[in-house]
């Protein structure tokens, strides 16, 4: 095999992957999961804050609060289990163990349903249909996962015990027949309907029909199934993502922030954290770190206040976290480790007598809300910047020390602007402030005693995919998943009244169907 080193260090084949399997050389796939690193940083947080002592790899797997929450499906965050349709899947299976989670796993995959027993499976793991077989040499294989092809395993001994086929030809099997070519595909076919039909160890051997069933459940799932190894260790990942989230939910939530977000915008992470009663704030010089960080500490001193106005949040804890530095638009990577050794910063003169900025970073600063609280309104700031830099440095009197001049603060429309500039969303402030006249509506957590009834909602479009169909809609508190518009989608963040009502599934899955939308 030929190889080369790349430039980072390493040495490498230069054939692909593909090549290097047909050629007979074992490959193994390592993956890098960034879930992994949540665990860690998660970890790490509890440690310094709650638990000296906390580790991962004690997290009780019994844990009853978790399995409750899975089997709900409040699972935003959590490894593997965050799309609309996964949460649909831990609901429908009333998922509450490892094991569940790696059945859930693979039955979420495309295998099962195109095996045309998804239905079927689901009333039997819930124990609503008693559990056959097409056969009975098939109760060994497919036992455990109540008569359904869920794993690749399962494919595998179907081919090799039940049609008697080599691991070769199972190997093409659990590949996909879809990759088959058409005379291939046939000539397999025979084989394993034949196969099928040899005298089996202490059953009678299939019939013909029962042979061609099986071979379509195994062809339609082959290519689509899940191997079961990497299936239970995604679920003890996901059972440990879940217990985090569950117990100790701002250090969960600002790891998962911290690292970008997951499967879905860091704007939901953010929605998530909302609803669960977290506070969540924009940039700022005095707490934010280069990433997300956690603050559970009262803020004694009325000149670092950020909001001395009570909480719009419901149920606000006194968790708060504090987006990173780094997410202002512009500000360089020293400024921030700068801003974070030298603080805390009394006053804009403060700051700027101790870390060296330029204008478009002072600026920017000032704009996205990272320095509210050190002066009477950003636009004040502004101006005081202006001065400053025209005085030429922060000990230097201004040109205008000694005169009152007022600056008219800031409107909330600009604020909005700012920050959708420099931030690329809303921090300190919902688009739904800027209506001046919003009609009354029923908030989003009331929903749950309305279920059914036709009532009028406000909110804004938050970016990103629900995983289904749908969008998600936000108001102050809380956010929900919106259908029935089709293809019609507004724009994100924009003000929104929606006509409909709530609807739940048998599963428990709620989402508000909307009857109409408009623009306010």
């Not at 295998?111 to 239905?119: D, N, S």
Request: proline letters at 5%.
């Amino acid at each position: 095999v030929p190889a080369q080193w790349t430039t980072k260090g390493f040495l490498t084949t230069q054939f692909d992957h593909r090549d290097l399997e047909t050629i007979g050389l074992p490959k193994l796939d390592l993956l890098g999961i960034r879930a992994l690193t949540v665990l860690a940083e998660t970890a790490v947080s509890i440690r310094s804050s709650h638990d000296p002592t906390f580790q991962l790899e004690t997290i009780p797997l019994d844990d009853i609060t978790t399995a409750d929450a899975i089997s709900r499906g409040d699972t935003i965050g959590v490894f593997q289990c965050e799309s609309s349709g996964a949460q649909r899947t831990l609901r429908q299976l009333q998922a509450r163990t490892v094991r569940d989670l790696a059945i859930a796993n693979a039955f979420f995959k495309p295998g099962p349903a195109t095996g045309g027993m998804a239905k079927a499976f689901v009333r039997r793991y819930r124990g609503e249909e008693k559990v056959s077989f097409l056969h009975p040499a098939l109760e060994p294989i497919l036992g455990s996962t109540q008569g359904v092809l869920l794993f690749q395993e399962q494919v595998l001994r179907v081919v090799t015990e039940i049609a008697g086929l080599s691991w070769a030809q199972a190997e093409r099997v659990r590949k996909g027949i879809s990759k088959f070519q058409a005379k291939e595909m046939a000539a397999l076919r025979l084989a394993f309907i034949h196969g099928c039909q040899r005298p089996q160890a202490n059953d009678p051997p299939f019939t013909q029909a029962q042979a061609k069933t099986l071979w379509e459940q195994v062809s339609a799932f082959a290519g689509y199934g899940f191997n079961q190894g990497h299936a239970t260790a995604y679920a003890d990942v996901s059972f440990r993502s879940a217990y985090l989230k569950t117990h100790y939910p701002a250090e969960f939530l600002c790891a998962r922030l911290a690292d970008h977000g997951g499967f879905h915008h860091p704007a939901i992470y953010m929605a998530e954290a909302r609803r669960l009663g977290i506070g969540v704030q924009g940039p700022h010089v005095n707490f934010s770190g280069r990433k997300f960080t956690l603050s559970d500490e009262k803020i004694k001193d009325q000149r670092l206040m950020i909001d001395a106005a009570p909480s719009s949040i419901f149920n606000l804890q006194s968790a708060i976290l504090w987006m990173g530095l780094d997410q202002v638009r512009d500000l360089r990577r020293k400024s921030v480790q700068a801003i974070v050794e030298k603080r805390p910063f009394r006053s804009l003169h403060d700051l700027l007598d101790k870390v060296a900025l330029r204008e478009k970073e002072i600026t920017h600063l000032i704009q996205c809300g990272a320095l509210d609280g050190l002066g009477e309104s950003r636009a004040a700031l502004l101006a005081d910047a202006a001065e400053i830099l025209r005085a030429g440095n922060a000990r230097q009197l201004g040109f205008s020390f000694g005169e009152e001049t007022a600056v008219p603060p800031e409107t909330i429309g600009q604020r909005f602007a700012w920050e959708m500039q420099m931030l690329g969303l809303p921090m300190s402030l919902n688009p739904l402030e800027l209506v001046e006249h919003c009609p009354t509506t029923r908030p989003l957590p009331a929903l749950p005693q309305q279920l059914g009834k036709r009532v009028t909602v406000a909110g804004t479009r938050l970016p990103g995919w629900t995983g289904g169909r749908g969008f998600f809609l936000a108001d102050r508190d809380s956010y929900i998943i919106v259908r029935g518009l089709g293809k019609q989608k507004p724009e994100i963040w924009e003000p929104l009244l929606l006509n409909g009502r709530l609807r739940q599934d048998k599963w428990g899955t709620a989402w508000f169907q909307a009857e109409s939308i408009k623009l306010v």
